[in-house]
């Protein structure tokens, strides 16, 4: 395993993390700096760069740069292919689409990257990432069977595959910007079979949605929208508000 992942795994030994995503084409670098300075002055555990189509390796490499000189949490990629690949940050979330009816996404954009990812130093995080209706725009360009929101079950059986293929976590993604987050009967049933640490994310924007999201079981919240939208204001306080009172329990 790597530094980062270890890292957060011994962090996760006192609670559950949040994690800020940052879309360096809507947020650029000065300004993903600011968003990452002030998510982490509330607590946030690692910032997420990625999450819209089309973004350049320059893009992201000012923008990793930007984060890594304000912030000292660990920075990790949410790649949407090779071409997000930077050097200037910490770790990249090497993730299998487990769901996608795309190969090259469940694994051979993988075989393209990961010599690209040695040769960087970057440390890979093997994931699996799960998307789960209405799956949004990912679930569009992933060309996903979404997971319905009344299969647990079938949740259920993806996330013990990745951890028994040896994948270091699993990731249930609504979407960003989803109505609402992954249902948390699903999250609980997970989280009940589940011995890696389980991700959650798509559609948290409130202190309510993080409370029961994080009751439910998940371990690291990620948000990206409320803070696109509305900066490090109410919405983002009450999310860190609540996995900080659940760290605390
Ligand atoms: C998207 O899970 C993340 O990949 C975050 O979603 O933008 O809805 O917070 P939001």
Avoid: C
């Avoid at 390796?57 to 920075?75: I, L, W, Y």
């Avoid at 028994?164 to 699903?186: I, R």
């Amino acid at each position: 395993m790597g530094r980062v992942l270890d890292g957060l795994n011994e962090k996760l030994r006192s609670g559950p993390l949040h994690f800020t995503l940052i879309d360096p084409d809507k947020s650029p670098g000065a300004r993903a700096a600011e968003i990452a300075q002030g998510a982490i002055e509330l607590g946030s555990d690692a910032i997420l760069l990625g999450g819209s189509t089309g973004i350049s390796r320059a893009k992201m490499g000012e923008a990793a740069r930007a984060v890594k000189g304000a912030v000292s949490v660990p920075v990790i990629i949410f790649p949407e292919g090779p071409s997000s690949l930077t050097e200037a940050a910490d770790a990249v979330l090497f993730m299998s689409l487990l769901n996608s009816r795309r190969l090259d996404l469940v694994i051979r954009v993988h075989a393209l990257a990961a010599p690209v990812i040695r040769q960087m130093n970057l440390e890979a995080i093997p994931l699996g990432y799960l998307v789960i209706a209405p799956g949004m725009r990912v679930g569009e360009v992933g060309e996903v069977d979404a997971v319905p929101r009344d299969a647990a079950p079938i949740a259920v059986g993806y996330a013990l595959a990745a951890e028994m293929l040896g994948m270091g976590m699993v990731y249930l993604e609504a979407g960003s910007g989803a109505p609402s987050p992954v249902p948390t009967e699903m999250i609980r049933a997970v989280r009940a079979s589940l011995r890696i640490p389980l991700i959650v994310g798509g559609g948290i924007r409130t202190a309510g949605d993080a409370r029961e999201v994080l009751e439910a079981g998940a371990q690291i919240l990620v948000t990206g929208s409320v803070t696109e939208e509305e900066g490090i204001a109410g919405g983002f306080r009450g999310i860190l508000g609540e996995v900080r009172r659940a760290r605390g329990r």
